[in-house]
Structures are given as structure tokens and as C-alpha cells.
């Protein structure tokens, strides 16, 4: 992965391939069904490269390519990243020069942090993060555009839970999804929970995805493609999925499987469906971000490194598929993928540079 190592993302790295209830692509609540969808124009749309991609390369003055997690964008194309040196682990904010413009820390009187995890980022450049507490509390600190801390929210959830993703709602709720373990059942395998909260933290609405049931039995079956062996308990397909905001007003909630299940969830909680086909079972999905009013979704093989990047409309239909460019066989881009713009299109990937720093990748369609 030129050299960058993700951490919390290091699942996308080393698992298996994972099929479950595929769907048309515009997604019509219907009964699912089981395994990818076979038809012959499905698989050829997936399949088709509208195009090239043209890489150009900017190396940061400041940032040196240490281990990085969470990786987004805000409105103004500003890259946020999360980093951990010596156990220390704050976001980092760059410009799209590569020069650093702010630093967001978590520190809260009264909260004991175990560690810090992913966050999502308001068009007015606040940003909310889960945080684990030492505590069984989980909390979202929210934090203004300077990086100074705003206000930090305890989850009433009602029950111990796992948090992994979270998105931000216009109105100032926010998604959490996660894993939890049953309510008043001795289930050892946690389940799939996703929740709309306010922003004093108190639950709004508790959604049941539809196919939370199906991953969830992928775990309890021990399917290696979901679970590791040596944690029974954890999901992939959950753990390694993400979330953002929508400029629609929806967030957009993807499961890490193969095909890609994306759910576009409404602040009053109305649910879409629909699946982003690789084209071939054992691509999977390693990062997804939103860009106006489409969504890319890059897509990685364990085995053979091979990448396709799919871009999808916000109802779920392709619009475009790009490869990886490679140069003497060795591709361009690795999976660090950051950011997705529009108009026109570009797709930011990071690298380590000359001298351990860190380098932007901008790919554009050629």
C-alpha cells in the first residue's frame, strides 16, 4: 500500500470476500435474495471502464505518512485524517496542498478516553467523533472548525454497544451504527444496530436494517469472510463498513460486502437500498465517499491487489468505472483512498513521498 498503514482499517487489508442478499441497483425494499445478481447486462455494466485515470502527485511541507485512519474530505475539498503517533491520536486538517490547517484533539474533563474513532464532518466545518470511554459510556465529541472542543455527548443508548460509524444529519442528529449484543437473549454473536440520535444524545429512532438478520448469521456461522477467527464476536461487514452525509439531506450508510450494500437513511428515518457490483465476487469494498451528488466506491482484491473504482449516482445507478493505473505493472493509487470532488471529478488517494512524507494522489478522469 506504497508503504502507508491504515490503522482500524486493517480488516479491508486481510479478509476474505462476502456475498449477501443482492438487489438491483435502485433498490425496491423486495424480499432479498441470496448470492450475487448473475444477469448478463448487470454484469456487464459493472464491468465496463468509461475511462483512464491521470494521477498527479503533491507532496505535504508538514505531514509525514505515519500510520492514518479515517479518511474524509469536507465541502471545502480539506483533508481529515486520523493518526496516532507515540499513542497520541488527534485528526489532522490539510489543505489541498498538503499543508496542515488545524488539528482536532480529544480531550474532555471528566471523560477518560480509551481511544478515539471515526467522525464525520458538517458543510460548516464542525466535526463529530466517537469516542470510546474508559467507561462502558460511549460519547460523540463535537468539535468547532479551529479544533477546539464544543461539547461532548453521552449516548443513551439503553444498552452496552460497540460503535464503529457515524454520520451527520443537517438538523444536528446524527447516525451511529455498530455492534451490539441482544437484548434479554444469550446470543454470544453481537448483532447489527443502527440509530438516529438527537444532539443531546438521546436515541430518536432505532432502525432494522434489512439485512442486519443475514450478517448477522454470516458471524454466527463463523464465516470467515465476516469474522476472524480468533474474535467470534466482531463483523466485518460492520467494523469495516463507513458512513457520510449527503448533500440531499440523507446519510449513506455502506456495508463492507461484495456486492456493496449502501442504504440511504433520511433524517425521519426512511430507509433506500441498493448494491454497487464489482463485477467479480471477491472485489471488495474498502472506501466509500460522496462527492455532490454522486457516490465512489473503490473496490480492492485481496489477492491479485487489483482496484476498480465505481461511480454510482445517489439513487444507486452507475455512472462511471475506472481502473487503476499502473505503470510497469505496479498500480498508482493503493487503497488510502481519501476524497471524492466533483466538477470536475477528481479522486484524492494518499502515499508515503520522498523522505517518509506524505503524498496526494489526484486521479482524473482522462
Same mark, same amino acid.
Given at each position: 500500500?506504497?508503504?502507508? #498503514?491504515?490503522?482500524? @482499517?486493517?480488516?479491508?487489508?486481510?479478509?476474505?470476500h462476502g456475498q449477501i442478499a443482492a438487489q438491483t441497483a435502485a433498490g425496491d425494499g423486495s424480499a432479498p435474495t441470496t448470492g450475487p445478481i448473475a444477469t448478463k447486462d448487470r454484469e456487464a455494466a459493472a464491468n465496463k471502464v468509461d475511462g483512464h485515470l491521470r494521477v498527479q502527485a503533491v507532496q505535504s511541507p508538514t505531514e509525514l505518512?505515519?500510520?492514518?485512519?479515517?479518511?474524509?474530505?469536507?465541502?471545502?475539498? *480539506?483533508? %481529515?485524517?486520523?493518526?496516532?503517533?507515540?499513542?497520541?491520536?488527534?485528526?489532522?486538517?490539510?489543505?489541498?496542498?498538503? =499543508?496542515?490547517?488545524?488539528?482536532?484533539?480529544?480531550?474532555?474533563?471528566?471523560?477518560?478516553?480509551?481511544?478515539?474513532?471515526?467522525?464525520?464532518?458538517?458543510?460548516?466545518?464542525?466535526?463529530?467523533?466517537?469516542? /470510546?470511554? /474508559?467507561?462502558?459510556?460511549? %460519547?460523540?465529541?463535537?468539535?468547532?472548525?479551529?479544533?477546539?472542543?464544543?461539547?461532548?455527548?453521552?449516548?443513551?443508548?439503553?444498552?452496552?454497544?460497540?460503535?464503529?460509524?457515524?454520520?451527520?444529519?443537517?438538523?444536528?442528529?446524527?447516525?451511529?451504527?455498530?455492534?451490539?449484543?441482544?437484548? &434479554?437473549?444469550?446470543?454470544?454473536?453481537?448483532?447489527?444496530?443502527?440509530? $438516529?440520535?438527537?444532539?443531546?444524545?438521546? #436515541?430518536?429512532?432505532?432502525?432494522?436494517?434489512?439485512?442486519?438478520?443475514? $450478517?448477522?448469521?454470516?458471524?454466527?456461522?463463523?464465516?470467515?469472510?465476516?469474522?476472524?477467527?480468533?474474535?467470534?464476536?466482531?463483523?466485518?461487514?460492520?467494523?469495516?463498513?463507513?458512513?457520510?452525509?449527503?448533500?440531499?439531506?440523507?446519510?449513506?450508510?455502506?456495508?463492507?460486502?461484495?456486492?456493496?450494500? @449502501?442504504?440511504?437513511?433520511?433524517?425521519?428515518?426512511?430507509?433506500?437500498?441498493?448494491? #454497487?457490483?464489482?463485477?467479480?465476487?471477491?472485489?471488495?469494498?474498502?472506501?466509500?465517499?460522496?462527492?455532490?451528488?454522486?457516490?465512489? #466506491?473503490?473496490?480492492? /482484491?485481496?489477492?491479485? &491487489?487489483?482496484?476498480?473504482?465505481?461511480? $454510482?449516482?445517489?439513487?444507486? /445507478?452507475?455512472?462511471?468505472?475506472?481502473?487503476?493505473?499502473?505503470? *510497469? &505493472?505496479?498500480?498508482?493509487?493503493?487503497?488510502?483512498?481519501?476524497?471524492?470532488?466533483? *466538477?470536475?471529478?477528481?479522486?484524492?488517494?494518499?502515499?508515503?513521498?520522498? =523522505?517518509?512524507?506524505?503524498?496526494?494522489?489526484?486521479?482524473?478522469?482522462?
Amino acid at each position: 500500500v506504497h508503504g502507508l #498503514v491504515w490503522l482500524g @482499517i486493517l480488516a479491508f487489508l486481510i479478509s476474505g470476500h462476502g456475498q449477501i442478499a443482492a438487489q438491483t441497483a435502485a433498490g425496491d425494499g423486495s424480499a432479498p435474495t441470496t448470492g450475487p445478481i448473475a444477469t448478463k447486462d448487470r454484469e456487464a455494466a459493472a464491468n465496463k471502464v468509461d475511462g483512464h485515470l491521470r494521477v498527479q502527485a503533491v507532496q505535504s511541507p508538514t505531514e509525514l505518512a505515519v500510520a492514518l485512519a479515517f479518511l474524509k474530505c469536507d465541502a471545502k475539498n *480539506n483533508l %481529515y485524517f486520523m493518526t496516532a503517533p507515540d499513542g497520541v491520536r488527534g485528526i489532522h486538517k490539510l489543505n489541498a496542498s498538503g =499543508e496542515r490547517i488545524g488539528l482536532f484533539l480529544p480531550d474532555s474533563p471528566g471523560v477518560k478516553i480509551d481511544f478515539p474513532q471515526s467522525f464525520s464532518i458538517t458543510p460548516d466545518g464542525y466535526v463529530y467523533q466517537l469516542i /470510546h470511554a /474508559h467507561e462502558a459510556t460511549r %460519547y460523540v465529541f463535537v468539535y468547532r472548525p479551529d479544533g477546539t472542543l464544543k461539547s461532548t455527548i453521552s449516548l443513551q443508548a439503553g444498552s452496552a454497544f460497540d460503535p464503529h460509524v457515524l454520520a451527520v444529519f443537517p438538523s444536528g442528529d446524527f447516525l451511529v451504527s455498530g455492534l451490539e449484543y441482544a437484548k &434479554g437473549r444469550d446470543d454470544p454473536i453481537m448483532w447489527p444496530f443502527s440509530r $438516529i440520535f438527537s444532539a443531546d444524545g438521546t #436515541v430518536r429512532r432505532e432502525l432494522k436494517l434489512r439485512d442486519d438478520e443475514q $450478517i448477522h448469521d454470516l458471524a454466527a456461522a463463523g464465516d470467515p469472510r465476516v469474522t476472524p477467527a480468533d474474535r467470534p464476536s466482531s463483523n466485518r461487514a460492520v467494523s469495516g463498513g463507513t458512513a457520510e452525509s449527503g448533500p440531499d439531506g440523507n446519510v449513506y450508510l455502506m456495508r463492507r460486502l461484495s456486492p456493496a450494500i @449502501i442504504y440511504a437513511i433520511s433524517p425521519g428515518g426512511e430507509v433506500r437500498r441498493f448494491t #454497487v457490483d464489482p463485477g467479480q465476487p471477491d472485489l471488495m469494498p474498502v472506501g466509500m465517499h460522496v462527492g455532490g451528488d454522486r457516490i465512489a #466506491v473503490l473496490f480492492w /482484491h485481496p489477492q491479485t &491487489g487489483e482496484e476498480t473504482l465505481k461511480v $454510482i449516482d445517489l439513487r444507486g /445507478h452507475q455512472v462511471a468505472s475506472y481502473e487503476e493505473p499502473t505503470v *510497469n &505493472g505496479a498500480g498508482q493509487l493503493g487503497l488510502a483512498f481519501a476524497c471524492y470532488a466533483r *466538477n470536475p471529478d477528481r479522486f484524492t488517494f494518499l502515499e508515503t513521498g520522498n =523522505e517518509h512524507r506524505l503524498r496526494l494522489l489526484t486521479a482524473t478522469p482522462q
